[in-house]
Structure formats: C-alpha cells, structure tokens
C-alpha cells in the first residue's frame, strides 16, 4: 500500500502545469532536469522505463556553459574530464544517455503504478480525482511485468493480490500520513489527514518512510511515530543536511533568447547552476510560438533568499505567496538576462515568470548507504538522503528498502491481524 501526499507520485520530480486556455498550457520540468544512471541496477531499470515509452533519451545540445567568458561545450568534449567531485549538474557531464520524463517528469512517476499494476485510488470523500495530464496523453497501461516486481517488491509479499494500491489524493488537496503507532505483534496503525479531518487507515505489517521529512517535526511530511521518533533510524534520517535551490520557470516569445544550447550546468556564476531549455525535451515541443525556459540556482543564492525569507517564523513554516515567488523570480532571471546577455535581443518579456521554492532540493551528506532499517520494527526508511542525493540514489535506495522489507516479511509470517501491505 503507497501513501501518497500529493495528486500524483511525483514528489521532486515534479512539473508544473499552468493553463493558458481551455486547450493550452504551460509546462516545465521545475524539479528534477533529467535522470541519468551510473550503476548497472538503476540503467537496466531506466532503459527498460524508456522501452515501455515512460522515459525518452533527451538528445538536446547539452554541456556546459561559462558564464564568464559566455562559451558553451558540449557535453561530448567534457564527459571524462572534471574531477570526481564536480561532474556538472547532476552529474550530467558522466558518460551514458541523458532521460527525461515523456511528456513531463512527472510521467515517470505516475506511469510506473500502470505499469506495475498498481491501482490508484483517490480518498474517498473526494469527487472522482482529476487526471493529471488532460493534454497529454499518457503511455496505455501495461500489464503488469515481472521484472517491475523489483522497482517496488513489497508488491510480492502481498500473494492474495495482483496489484498493489496505491492511495493519492486529487490536485490541489494535500492527504498525508500524520501518525503511525506501532503496536507490537500488530504492525503500524496508520492515520492520514486531509486538512478536512483524520482518518485511521487500519494496521499495516511494516512501514517505508520515503522522505526525509517523516522524521523532521514541524515539516509538512511529519509523522508522529511518538517514542519511534527518536529511534536510531530515525535520527540517523534527521540528521542529513538539506542543500536548498530555487528554480525559475519562465515562458518566453520563441527566439528570444538564442542560445546555442538546450541544457548545460553553468560554470562562474554565483545565482544560477543550471539552465534548461524545457521545450527541446522530447514530448514538449510547442507549435504557439512560446518557449519554455527552466533555471536553477546555486546552492549559495537559494542560502541568501532563506536568510532574508526564512521557512520558519515562530516556530511556524511559512508559505511563500504568489507575489514573493514572482519577485525572486524576477531577481533570478536578472541574473539569467547578464549571463546570456549575448544571445538576447533587448529586454524581452516572459508571459509567465515564476521561482519555485526548494528548501531541500537535495541532501547536502547521504548517509551512503542503500536504505536505513530498524527491522526489530518492522521499518525502512529509503530515498535520496541515503547513497546519493539524486533521481539515480532514490531509485536503488527504494527498491533496497522493498527488498530489505521483503525479506523481512518473507522470514517472519505477518500476524493475522495485520494487513499484508507496507
Ligand atoms: C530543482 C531540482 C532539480 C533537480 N534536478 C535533478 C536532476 O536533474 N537529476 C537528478 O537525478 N536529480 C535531480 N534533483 C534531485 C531529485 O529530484 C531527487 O533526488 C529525487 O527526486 C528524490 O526522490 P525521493 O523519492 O527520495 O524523494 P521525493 O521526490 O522528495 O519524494 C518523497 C515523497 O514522499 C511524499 N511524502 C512525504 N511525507 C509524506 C507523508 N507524511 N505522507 C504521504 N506522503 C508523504 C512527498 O509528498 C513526496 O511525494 C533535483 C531536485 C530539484 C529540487
């Protein structure tokens, strides 16, 4: 059973659509840029995600660009020669192909419960959720593979079932598991809140924390495991360090800026880390004229709007409104103009200029390891904070948590009044 607190399972591989008309929109791949594999497990699952069309191989002019001296190098002449330490953003100067989601990033999320079998199930007291993608038409599901069974495997100790379950919650609403009480010989005993009340969503004979935020109190994710909370697993989690980033979603007249490039890591520049040119992703391309730009910004520049904007105000997480996310946006594509002051024409005008807030875009310290269990309860914890902060760790670190939880499961029969799902 996943528990999922947005509409979709996307989490930082995230996109974010902005209606135009009735028939158009915007998009931009405004979390994760694109995903790349170094490890034979994580390529020989995202080549089999791109056989089955849930990823497409990004074959954009990609490299590096210098903000000093306004050079760009494609990646092919770069790949091999950085320092093991800076291989470009998200190690996009690694040898092996670049993959984005096929029509946004999200669809490598959303599509693997398809593909897996897994049903998706919105909250009950919801009108039937709305689709993600009503423009964009998603890969038709695929039966269920074996293979898939590794992706997410606590699928197999779940025999009296063919497919999992997976509980989201429709757009714009938020359903996130707010407490887990484990009562021993019994499992977890969950309980979900929807902002409009609580509900006890039964006993569950293991748990997977997927974020770090499950551990961290008074962040949106937080789980009150009580005692647990403070058990070596969960203060290993807590103590990886969070590297923030902004990232700008801009949507300009197509031309207006000519840069001879669609993604590169930039180098000599204090704001911005990486730019991508959204629509040369495949499954993106536009016919209106309109381009769409995404930026991210360095670690330092995301530390300095925090200080001037902090998360927390007395003690309480503060949301940013509409009108500071287009005022950091505007600094960020200040920055954005002088550094691609070559390949721009006067001072064009975005249609649509937003910064999105990504107060942890990655773990500053993975504990570098696979996955964390405390298996005397029954628990895993899996994600990025584990072996590397990227699309890559969060992939091999979620399928040794289904396999640790799996195993577990497989050696000590559930009690009968514990449901067989984690
Ligand atoms: C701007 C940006 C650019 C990036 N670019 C790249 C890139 O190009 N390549 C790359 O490899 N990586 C990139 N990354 C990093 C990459 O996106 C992450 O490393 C990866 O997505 C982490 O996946 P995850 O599953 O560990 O965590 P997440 O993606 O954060 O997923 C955690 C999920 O758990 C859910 N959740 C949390 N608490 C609860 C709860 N209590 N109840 C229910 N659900 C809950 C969350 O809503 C979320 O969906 C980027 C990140 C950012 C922010």
Not at 28 to 47: K, M, N, W, Y
Not at 60 to 78: H, I, M, Q, S, V
Not at 213 to 229: E, F, I, L, P, T
Not at 291 to 320: D, H, K, R
């Amino acid at each position: 059973m996943t528990w999922g607190r947005e509409g979709q399972a996307r989490g930082r591989a995230s996109s974010r659509e902005v209606s135009l008309s009735a028939f158009n929109y915007l998009q931009f791949d405004h979390g994760c840029q694109f995903i790349t594999a170094s490890t034979p497990v994580a390529l020989e699952q995202i080549r089999d995600w791109e056989r089955r069309g849930f990823l497409k191989h990004w074959k954009g002019r990609l490299g590096t660009y210098d903000a000093a001296t306004c050079a760009f190098k494609d990646r092919t002449e770069e790949c091999g020669t950085g320092t093991p330490d800076d291989q470009g953003f998200c190690n996009i100067l690694c040898k092996g192909d670049i993959y984005v989601g096929s029509y946004c990033m999200v669809d490598a999320c959303s599509a693997m419960y398809q593909l897996i079998g897994i049903e998706v199930k919105w909250d009950e007291r919801m009108e039937h959720g709305q689709v993600c993608h009503e423009t964009s038409a998603l890969p038709a599901p695929v039966q269920p593979a074996l293979s898939y069974n590794q992706a997410l495997s606590v699928r197999r100790v779940s025999p009296a079932a063919t497919s999992g379950q997976a509980h989201l919650c429709p757009n714009g609403l938020r359903m996130q598991v707010t407490s887990a009480a484990w009562q021993p010989g019994h499992g977890w005993e969950l309980t979900t809140e929807t902002g409009r009340g609580q509900k006890r969503r039964g006993q569950h004979s293991s748990l997977i924390l997927a974020d770090q935020m499950n551990v961290r109190k008074g962040s949106h994710g937080y789980v009150d495991m009580q005692a647990h909370n403070f058990c070596a697993l969960a203060e290993r989690v807590r103590a990886v360090k969070r590297s923030p980033r902004y990232s700008l979603m801009l949507a300009l007249k197509q031309g207006a800026i000519r840069a001879p490039f669609d993604g590169v890591t930039v180098r000599n520049s204090s704001i911005i880390e990486w730019i991508s040119r959204d629509t040369s992703k495949p499954g993106r391309e536009r016919t209106d004229g309109v381009e769409c730009w995404v930026a991210v910004t360095t670690e330092a520049f995301a530390q300095e709007v925090i200080s001037e904007m902090p998360l927390f105000y007395n003690g309480e997480y503060v949301p940013q409104t509409k009108e500071v996310l287009m005022d950091i946006g505007s600094r960020i594509w200040d920055a954005l103009k002088t550094i691609l002051q070559p390949f721009i024409e006067g001072n064009p005008e975005p249609t649509y200029l937003r910064a999105q807030r990504w107060a942890s875009a990655f773990k500053a310290d993975p504990l570098g390891g696979p996955c964390m269990t405390e298996l005397g309860l029954r628990m895993a914890a899996c994600g990025d904070f584990c072996l590397s902060s990227s699309a890559e760790g969060a992939i091999l670190s979620g399928i040794a948590a289904a396999e640790a939880i799996a195993e577990l499961i497989s050696q000590q029969s559930p009690t009968p009044t514990a449901q067989r799902a984690s």
